[in-house]
C-alpha cells in the first residue's frame, strides 16, 4: 500500500488546509496523524472503511473533518479554525484491520511519508 500526502504548508491561525492523502488501496481503517518537533506522534483523525465510523482527538473536535473520495482512493483531512499548536508534520496511515484503538499508531501497517503545516 502506497500512501502519499499533500497540501500541506503554513497559514495564519484560525485559517484553513484542507489535506489529501492518495492511496494505491484503501485499509480497513485509515487515519491521519501528526508529529511535533520533541512531541511523540499523536493520532488526529480516523475513519473506518466505507466512512461509517469516524474518529477525532479531543482537541480537534469541532474543527477537523476526515472527508473521503472512494472513487479516487483518495482522504481528506480538512482543517478549520488552526491554531499555532497545530503545527506539525502530518502523516497518512492506512491499517489492514481496525484496531479498537484507531487513533493509536500501533494498529497502522502503512504509512506515508508527511507533510508539513506550519501554523503561525
Known amino acids: 500500500v502506497q500512501l502519499v500526502e499533500s497540501g500541506g504548508g503554513s497559514v495564519q491561525a484560525g485559517g484553513s488546509l484542507t489535506l489529501s492523502c492518495t492511496a494505491s488501496?484503501?485499509?480497513?481503517?485509515m487515519g491521519w496523524f501528526r508529529q511535533a518537533p520533541g512531541q511523540e506522534r499523536e493520532g488526529v483523525a480516523a475513519?473506518?472503511?466505507?466512512?461509517?465510523?469516524?474518529y477525532y482527538t479531543d482537541s480537534v473536535k469541532g474543527r477537523f473533518t476526515i472527508p473521503h473520495d472512494n472513487a479516487k482512493n483518495t482522504l481528506y483531512l480538512q482543517m478549520n479554525s488552526l491554531k499555532p499548536e497545530d503545527t506539525a508534520m502530518y502523516y497518512c496511515a492506512a491499517s489492514r484491520m481496525c484496531s479498537k484503538r484507531p487513533l493509536q499508531e500501533a494498529g497502522y501497517n502503512y504509512w506515508g511519508r508527511g507533510t508539513q503545516v506550519t501554523v503561525s
Open positions: 475513519i473506518s472503511r466505507g466512512g461509517a465510523v469516524t
Open positions: 488501496e484503501y485499509g480497513d481503517c
